[in-house]
């Protein structure tokens, strides 16, 4: 969160700043009481993990159901390249494929 705020300071103004880390806040409190409200990133890319994703202001987070907590693994803008971060898998394409690629 430390890393969204000074993002938004640089490139916005504190108040686009507030509004966006209040967005963000909420709906991660959101999930205590609805925690499957995100997209299983298994299903969705067919990744081997037990994380969940929900897409807000721009941001994805990222979260895993724990027994007695929601952890939440990372948050990363909708400019970064997340699958690389977190399971090595590049989505971007080379010279000669354009699918995705596990390194």
Same mark, same amino acid.
Request: proline share 2%; with cysteine; aromatic share 12%.
């Given at each position: 969160?430390?890393? !969204? ?9 504190? &108040? ?7 967005? *963000? ?28 994703? *929900?897409?807000?202001?721009? +941001? @994805?987070?990222? @979260?895993? *159901?724990? #027994?007695?907590?929601? @952890?939440?693994? +990372? !948050?990363? +803008?909708?400019?970064? &390249?997340?699958?690389? &971060?977190?399971?090595?898998?590049? =989505? =971007? #394409? +080379? ?5 995705? =690629?596990?390194?």
């Amino acid at each position: 969160m430390r890393e !969204i705020k000074k993002y938004l300071d640089f490139q916005f103004s504190g &108040d686009v700043r507030k509004k966006v880390i209040k967005e *963000i806040g909420s709906r991660v409190r959101s999930l205590c009481e609805h925690e499957q409200v995100g997209i299983s990133v298994h299903d969705m890319y067919g990744v081997d993990t037990d994380c969940l994703c *929900i897409f807000v202001a721009k +941001n @994805y987070v990222f @979260y895993r *159901i724990e #027994p007695d907590c929601i @952890y939440v693994v +990372n !948050i990363y +803008n909708e400019r970064e &390249d997340f699958m690389m &971060d977190l399971f090595g898998i590049k =989505t =971007t #394409p +080379n010279d000669h494929t354009d699918s995705l =690629t596990q390194i």
